[in-house]
């Protein structure tokens, strides 16, 4: 369980976040909309221990989250999966490369992490020929896409998604967005995707919340997502 | 200050655990050595020239007339071996590895690549910063040995040609006043030259701020505060071991 209270985080002498409360259980997906700029991708990052915060409690299974804790951080690394906005694949490697790349590096054999890489390759839906492909030759939908693949690859127990339809055509929007629901009920993995995209929050209407004033806020059941979001 | 000094030791000790994991992989100190030092080469083999043809004019200049010639020899050696090569070559070689490197990390960081690699469970002071700083470490006082052979030989030709003084006379007064001190003492305060430029590199690059306008300061901070440190701890040798 992801367990957030009283979270209260600043970026350069502006509070962003203030006294946030949030809880992701097991097997559990949440969506958090909110407009550009109010501070969604600080608040998934706080949460996954990429940035530092001033109070409160960040837990993931009882473990508290501190940036400063390495030790720590790679405990709880070792459950999160994070998909990037930008999808954030090392330049120097090929797409494959990228998603053994944890594998690699944490003991795998070659013919191991090729064959879980190529594996999670497929699982994206994504054709084996981009395989070799360095990251600058791929779209941006299909960068998203390794990212995910690169974070399945570690087997995580939460994935974190950042604004995993943003700047995508529609089809690939159906396709991601599909993708994430296949992945929390089949696979169990709990997730949180942050999003500003309304079709997406649609989808997933049993946990939506809004990130407004530095806090979460449930929209009400009557209003209409897209009223509440012009507010 | 005190905290960001705090927080570069910090930073230093945890990349310095990245020993046992480099180690272990000899191509990824190669490929750093090749990138900080082997293509340094250009610069330190144009810039040791031109330090030996202005150290002979230099030394001529200032040693009158009526003193022995080969005195140009030796003092030209000796503040070659004692200061020229060592904190030109630290300075030059500085300006060009700590503005890459922090600008590369820095884009690292600015495009979440850092952050990757840190969900992924690994350690981007071991696993980025660590084989630059020892390939800083190994390369620089390699590149000042280098820089001392060609400075000197460029200095004794320019005697040669510009002053007309024959090279045994020249080698007569490297010969005659060469003191271990002066190349030992050279050479260590270069190691940990290397050391110190290689960690504010990494240190800026790996905590790069945000958006390009980050990448631009980290850049600019790297370069001025390793290029200061060098200097300073330049004077603080000269202060303690040739005074
Ligand atoms: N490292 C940083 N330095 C300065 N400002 C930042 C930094 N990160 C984010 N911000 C600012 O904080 C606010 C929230 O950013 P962000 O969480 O990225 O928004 P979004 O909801 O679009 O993901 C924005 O105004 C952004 O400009
Ligand atoms: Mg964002």
Redesign the pocket.
């Known amino acids: 369980m992801i367990k957030v209270e009283g979270l209260v985080k600043s ?2 002498d ?1 509070v ?1 976040l203030k006294d946030l409360n949030f809880t992701l259980k097991q097997g559990e997906i949440a969506v958090i909309l ?10 998934i ?1 706080t949460v996954a221990g990429l940035l530092p915060y001033e109070k409160g409690i960040v837990e993931v299974d009882g473990m508290r989250v501190n940036p400063y804790n390495y030790t720590d951080m790679k405990i709880i690394w070792s459950k999160i999966g994070f998909v990037f906005q930008y999808g954030a694949l090392l330049d120097s490697l090929s797409t494959i490369e990228n998603i053994g790349f944890g594998l690699k590096e944490n003991g795998f054999k070659e013919k191991e992490w090729k064959r879980i890489a190529f594996e999670k390759l497929e699982a994206v839906g994504l054709d084996k020929s981009v395989a070799g492909l360095m990251p600058a030759q791929l779209s941006g939908g299909m960068k998203k896409m390794v990212s995910l693949a690169r974070a399945l690859a570690l087997s995580p127990n939460y994935l974190f998604y ?2 995993p339809t943003a700047g995508l055509d529609y089809s690939m929007v159906v396709r991601i967005t599909s993708l994430i629901g296949n992945i929390n009920k089949i696979l169990g993995i709990a997730s949180l995707i ?1 999003t ?1 995209d309304l079709y997406l929050a649609k989808k997933f209407r049993e946990n939506i919340y809004f ?1 407004k004033d530095g806090r979460l806020v449930k929209p009400p059941k009557k209003v209409t997502l897209e009223d509440f979001y012009d507010e | 200050m005190f905290r960001e000094i705090g927080k570069i030791v910090l930073f230093m000790v945890r990349a310095l655990k990245g020993f046992p994991y480099v180690i272990k992989k000899p191509r990824l100190i190669l490929k750093e050595v090749y990138r900080v030092g082997v293509l340094s080469l250009p610069m330190v083999i144009f810039t040791s020239i031109f330090v030996g043809i202005v150290t002979t004019i230099q030394t001529a200049y200032q040693t009158n007339a009526a003193l022995p010639k080969y005195l140009i020899g030796a003092t030209a050696f000796r503040i070659i071996l004692i200061e020229l090569s060592p904190v030109v070559i630290s300075l030059v070689v500085c300006g060009r590895i700590a503005s890459f490197i922090s600008a590369e990390l820095g884009t690292m960081k600015v495009t979440e690549q850092i952050d990757a690699i840190k969900t992924m469970g690994l350690d981007p002071h071991k696993f980025l910063a660590f084989p630059i700083i020892l390939a800083t470490t190994i390369s620089l006082p390699l590149l000042v040995i280098i820089s001392e052979i060609l400075a000197t030989y460029s200095s004794m030709l320019s005697a040669r040609w510009m002053l007309g003084l024959p090279y045994s006379i020249f080698i007569y007064g490297m010969k005659t006043f060469f003191v271990m001190k002066d190349l030992v003492g050279g050479l260590l305060k270069t190691i940990f030259f290397g050391f110190v430029i290689s960690i504010i590199a990494t240190y800026y690059g790996i905590n790069t ?3 390009a306008e ?1 990448v631009g300061k980290a850049t600019t901070y790297s370069v001025v505060t390793s290029s200061a440190l060098i200097l300073i701890f330049d004077f603080f040798v000269a202060f303690g071991v040739f005074t």
């Open positions: 970026v350069q502006r962003i909110g407009r550009s700029g109010i501070g969604k991708t600080v608040f990052k950042d604004e942050i500003h990130l | 701020g945000f958006g980050g």
